[in-house]
C-alpha cells in the first residue's frame, strides 16, 4: 500500500539529548513536510523540501535539523537547543508544491 | 502573523443538522484551499479543495463555498453524523508561489451530539 509511515510512534527522550523521527514515503512524491501540533496552535510548519538535497525553514526551525538524501525519506533531528519538544510531529508529502499534501500518522515526543 | 483564520474554535451540533465551519484568509494571491479532518492521536486526512476559479465545490456530504471578494471560506457538512466529530483544519496556498508551502489555520473542534 502507498502511504507516509512515520516512525516511532511513540518516542521519550531525556533533556540534553537529540532525536531523530523517521518519515518515508512510497507515493514517490517530490515535497515533503514536517509540522508540529500543540494545543491550540494548530498546525506549525518546521521544515520542508521540494526536491531531494534542499529544504527550507518553516515558521518554527529553530532546534531542528532535517536532511533529504532521497526522495522518499525525510528525517527531523530534534536536538537538544529545541527548548520545548514535548509534541505530535506529522510528516506530510505532495506531488509537488502547490499540490494537496498527505499526512502520516504522527509521532509523539515526550521529553522526560 | 496568521494568514489563515479560523476564528471559531469549537462547534456544537446535533446529529442530522448542518455544520458551518468558517475560514477566513488574508492574502489575496492564494488560490487553492483546502480541508483537512484530524482525530485525535492521528494525521490530518484530505477532505475537500477548492480551487479560487470556482464558488463552491461538493463531495458528497461536504460542500465548501469560496468568497474571494470577502476572503471567506466556509464547510458545510450535511446532515452531521457523529463520527464527524474532529478538529477541521482549514489551509490555503499560493500556487504560482516558489514557496510552495500550505498555511494553515489554528482548527475548529466539531462535536455531533446524538
Known amino acids: 500500500d502507498g502511504g507516509i509511515t512515520q516512525s516511532p510512534k511513540y518516542l521519550f527522550r531525556k533533556e540534553g539529548q537529540n532525536v531523530t523521527l523517521s518519515c518515508e514515503q512510497n507515493?514517490?512524491?517530490?515535497?515533503m513536510y514536517w509540522y508540529r501540533q500543540d494545543p491550540g496552535q494548530g498546525l506549525r510548519l518546521i521544515y520542508y523540501?521540494?526536491?531531494?538535497?534542499?529544504?527550507q525553514k518553516g515558521d518554527i526551525a529553530e532546534g531542528y535539523s532535517v536532511s533529504r538524501e532521497k526522495k522518499e525519506s525525510f528525517p527531523l533531528t530534534v536536538t537538544s537547543a529545541q527548548k520545548n519538544p514535548t509534541a505530535f510531529y506529522l510528516c506530510a508529502s505532495s506531488l509537488g508544491t502547490g499540490n494537496t499534501i498527505y499526512f502520516g500518522e504522527g509521532s509523539w515526543l515526550t521529553v522526560v | 502573523d496568521q494568514q489563515v483564520k479560523q476564528n471559531s474554535p469549537s462547534l456544537s451540533v446535533q446529529e442530522g443538522r448542518i455544520s458551518i465551519l468558517n475560514c477566513d484568509y488574508t492574502?489575496?494571491?492564494?488560490?487553492?484551499f483546502l480541508w483537512y479532518k484530524k482525530y485525535p492521536a492521528e494525521g490530518p486526512t484530505f477532505l475537500i479543495s477548492?480551487?479560487?476559479?470556482?464558488d463552491k465545490n461538493e463531495d458528497g456530504r461536504f460542500t465548501v463555498f469560496l468568497n474571494k471578494s470577502a476572503k471567506h471560506l466556509s464547510l458545510h457538512i450535511v446532515p452531521s453524523q457523529p463520527g464527524d466529530s474532529a478538529v477541521y483544519f482549514c489551509?490555503?496556498?499560493?500556487?504560482?508561489?516558489?514557496?510552495?508551502?500550505?498555511?494553515f489555520g489554528r482548527g475548529t473542534q466539531l462535536t455531533v451530539w446524538p
Open positions: 507515493l514517490n512524491h517530490d515535497a
Open positions: 492574502n489575496s494571491m492564494f488560490d487553492y
Open positions: 477548492i480551487s479560487s476559479i470556482k
Open positions: 489551509a490555503a496556498l499560493d500556487r504560482g508561489s516558489t514557496l510552495g508551502r500550505l498555511y
Open positions: 523540501s521540494q526536491i531531494v538535497n534542499d529544504f
